[in-house]
């Protein structure tokens, strides 16, 4: 539903509270002369809130939704305002919005997720009826296919990787004392102080592991499509 600004109306308090505001207000008119408690007037501004310029893998939903803030000639958040999310360049090739359409909230936001597609660039444009629309851009990679890690004294390096579905984590101890890699209960790899371990994954996910034998000692596996 897009709110109807051309009422009256809608925009001038009621006399009820213009009453309430003139009581309230009293001798401190000069505190009270922006009061935040009016309601918002017509949608004058869309900014962008966040999300913006993120690279991230192709077939993928980016990490973070790119968001909105609708507010009025005064800077107050307008809640339930119409915004139209579109894909103006990388349509196509398994990109998409979710939502397409979104309506601001209380506090005047909207936002949508984008699935990268097979084009390196993606361009997004957040738009609201009469306002000059935001524009959000977004790059596809293509996933390691392998990664390697090594399992030193003490600590993963590096210790955070990315890889796509099904591929394969291979970690090489390089330091000289026990350690192990560790998923949770009833996973882990042997403790041991030379060798290797190879774990497939199978599900995209992000996957924290430690080493039981050392406080701090910790990585991460995030998998993509
Ligand atoms: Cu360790």
């Known amino acids: 539903m897009i709110p109807d ?17 003139l009581a309230y207000c ?9 009061d935040s408690t009016q309601p918002p007037g017509p949608p004058a501004l869309v900014a962008k809130a966040g999300g913006d310029a993120q690279t991230w893998y192709h077939n993928n939903a980016l990490p973070v939704a790119f968001s909105v803030t609708v507010t009025d000639a005064n800077s107050r958040p307008v809640p339930g305002v119409r915004v139209d ?13 979710t939502p397409a359409v979104d309506s601001t909230d209380s506090k005047g936001m909207a936002a949508t997720v984008l699935t990268l597609g097979a ?5 997004v444009t957040a738009t609201v009826a009469g306002l000059t ?5 977004a790059n596809a990679a293509t996933p390691p296919v ?3 890690v090594a399992v030193k004294d003490n600590f ?7 890889l796509q579905v099904n591929d394969t984590v291979y970690w090489t101890w390089a330091g000289s004392q026990n350690h192990n890699v560790t998923f949770g209960p009833g996973q882990a790899s042997a403790t041991q ?3 290797t371990y190879n774990k497939q994954f199978t599900t995209v996910g992000k996957f924290a592991y430690t080493c039981t034998l050392h406080a701090g000692m910790k990585g991460v596996v995030v998998v993509v499509n």
Not at 7 to 21: D, E, Q, V
Not at 133 to 137: H, Q
Request: proline residues 6%; glycine residues 10%.
């Open 119 to 123: 084009a390196s660039v993606h361009v």
């Open 85 to 97: 999310w579109a894909i103006v360049t990388g349509s196509g090739g398994g990109s998409s919005l």
């Open 5 to 21: 600004w051309s009422a009256p109306a809608r925009r001038l308090p009621s006399a009820n509270n213009w009453a309430r505001r």
């Open 133 to 137: 629309p935001v524009t959000f851009s």
């Open 146 to 148: 392998r990664d390697s």
């Open 193 to 195: 102080n030379s060798g």
């Open 156 to 162: 993963f390096q590096p210790d955070s990787v990315i």
């Open 26 to 34: 009293g001798l401190l008119a000069l505190a009270c002369s922006s």
